[in-house]
């Protein structure tokens, strides 16, 4: 990370007598226990002009404290952070999709009221590696049609989202996720365990992973591991969504029992952490989508299930297999694909290619 100055403190909705230097104000879904907003956080920060400061909005603001060192402001309080912005030179809207309503209107009304807030106090408002949508509603559509030419500067991390601010008139550059600025890691994984990186069925909209819908995926996920005598580790990306699945499939008997006998749980509390176990994987099967990004940041061969267009267009990014969640799966299909992929790493020019071009969204603090 570069020489950020940052302070150890909580911010609690009064003055801060903060030292000379440009403040951001980095807003996002920091502090839920998300591997991959932690790892877009510590891009983030480290993107930062040198010098600068940062207050971070949180909702454990304890655990991101620890980690990073910033001063921090509870996310969930709409009325603390907008005291925050009084503090600060630029409000920055950090990576993920927070211009959307598939969460829900409120969330999009929130980040909306930010925006606004701060342009009304004369703050500049920075969209930093952001997707835009879904934007179901009309009203949605209406709204931040008439948010974006606010900012001060923007850069989207996918092409879809770019050209749909295209349309209403707003151009600005694209580049992969953010998460791709992280350093590449060697990878050291050659005959290492299978590691699974998955999302509970509740999470999702999708059928096919309801209950008996789990079969074919965990029928080619034991057919491999026991071919190649290989441990699966079950990576919870996100500490408190899926911690347990393992042992939920289990409790629904739907665990074939040599898969169980081979299967444990692994919770990082650190992106850092998650990339160790994925470096010495033989192979990484992803839904999550910034565990597909840092299993390749690790060098790991990966194999994707897509439950979104975002993990399906990162793994087109990467020439890795990918099954969409939403088609039927077949065992024998998913287990062809996984073994040719396993132990067969991605080719390292093009991660290099990928964690350069992230290196764009930096430009937006210039």
Known sequence: MQAVRLEWLQFTGRDLALAPGKTFLLCGYYGE?????????????????????????????????????????????????????????????????????????????????????????GKQVLLWGQGLGPLGRRRSRWFVRRLLPLAAAISWRDQASADLAGRWGVTAPVAPDPVWGLAPQPWRGRGGPIVVCLRPTSLLDTAQLDGAGWHPYLEALASLAEAGNREVIWLAFHGHQDQGLLASLRQQDLLPPALGARSREVIPKHPREAMAVFAGAGLVVAMRLHGLILAALAGCPVAALSYDPKVAAAAKDLGCPCHSLADPAFPELLLESWRKALDQPLPSGQVLELHLQAQEHRKVFA
Request: no cysteine.
């Open 33 to 121: 226990h998300n591997l991959g907003d932690d790892a877009l956080l510590e891009v983030a920060l480290s993107q930062l002009p040198q010098g600068s400061r940062a207050i971070v909005t949180a909702h454990d603001q304890t655990q991101v404290q620890e980690r990073f060192g910033v001063a921090t402001v509870q996310r969930r309080s709409l009325a603390q952070v907008l005291a925050a912005l009084r503090q600060v030179d630029a409000l920055v809207l950090g990576g993920g999709s927070l211009l959307q309503d598939s969460t829900s209107f409120k969330s999009l009304i929130y980040y909306g009221a930010l925006i606004a807030a701060a342009r009304m106090r």
